[in-house]
């Protein structure tokens, strides 16, 4: 049968409590606590960090999302009332941008056919424009003519 063996404390070692007594236990022929890593124990250096880091296996980091699964069992109270309302913000948010965007549409389009009836307008007054302009220079070339001609009597002298 096995004797347990007590706890092994390794010298220089802080006690827990100032109640728990320092013990030194040595086996034979090993020197007390030489190389021997205590579990908890702080690392004295910065490179002894970093080399417990090099050796730990990454653990892949827990979802934000899955806060169920560390704890186990299924979500809680709160997470569910998190869940509906973000969804229903999602909902209000899709809502109201699908209205602005719409309206927004609907404003463009309005624009883009007044515009377009505007430049219909312009370009018919345009049109008017050149067609008064050719009748007025057909009407001061016949006032041209009938000025220049010598043929017809003087009226300007019977007034």
Known sequence: MAVPRPPRVVPGEASESDSEP????E?????????????????????EEE????????TPPVPA????????GGPSLL????????GRLRGAVGSA????????????????????RAQVTAAAAA?????????LRAV?????????????PDIRGQL
């Not at 049109?127 to 009748?135: F, G």
């Open 140 to 152: 001061a070339d016949t006032i041209d003519i009938v000025t220049a001609c010598h043929l017809l």
């Open 97 to 116: 941008l699908r209205q602005s965007y719409g309206s927004a549409a609907r404003s463009l389009g309005g624009l883009g056919g007044a515009l377009g």
């Open 22 to 25: 320092e013990l030194l236990v």
């Open 27 to 47: 086996t034979a022929g090993e020197a007390p606590g030489a190389g021997l890593k205590v579990p908890g124990e702080a690392s004295e250096t910065e490179e």
């Open 79 to 86: 997470q569910q009332r998190l869940r509906e309302g973000t």
């Open 127 to 135: 049109h008017c424009l050149r067609l008064a302009r050719r009748d």
């Open 65 to 72: 999302e899955e806060p169920a699964a560390v704890w186990g």
């Open 51 to 58: 080399e417990e880091e090099e050796q730990r296996p990454k």
